[in-house]
């Protein structure tokens, strides 16, 4: 029997991926931004706000894992811990939110 040794090389893109929820959220964000901006009744109104946190906190986390992952150095790491901070204070606000029915 002989011995063989395969080796994979994987290299993902997902820069296409990337740009393609960019500019959904986008979308999604500006949408309904001009939705609310129609004169809807209040619990519309609500409802758009409500999913409108609910993109930015994720905007946030994805900003703090890019952080994450990038952080080196003392300004790197504090950069990364307040990013990520930022964003489970604003997970925790829609938490919040969510259990009290606003």
């Given at each position: 029997?002989?011995?063989?040794?395969?080796?994979?090389?994987?290299?993902?893109?997902?820069?296409?991926?990337?740009?393609?929820?960019?500019?959904?959220?986008?979308?999604?964000?500006?949408?309904?931004?001009?939705?609310?901006?129609?004169?809807?009744?209040?619990?519309?109104?609500?409802?758009?706000?409500?999913?409108?946190?609910?993109?930015?906190?994720?905007?946030?986390?994805?900003?703090?894992?890019?952080?994450?992952?990038?952080?080196?150095?003392?300004?790197?790491?504090?950069?990364?811990?307040?990013?990520?901070?930022s964003?489970?204070?604003s997970?925790?606000?829609?938490?919040?939110?969510?259990?009290?029915?606003?």
């Amino acid at each position: 029997m002989s011995e063989e040794t395969v080796t994979f090389n994987l290299e993902l893109n997902v820069e296409r991926a990337i740009d393609s929820t960019r500019r959904l959220e986008t979308l999604l964000y500006r949408t309904l931004g001009l939705l609310g901006r129609l004169g809807l009744p209040e619990n519309i109104d609500q409802a758009i706000a409500k999913v409108q946190r609910l993109v930015m906190t994720i905007r946030l986390l994805h900003t703090a894992m890019i952080a994450l992952e990038s952080a080196s150095g003392p300004v790197g790491w504090a950069l990364a811990i307040v990013g990520t901070g930022s964003a489970l204070l604003s997970m925790g606000d829609l938490v919040y939110d969510y259990t009290r029915g606003v």
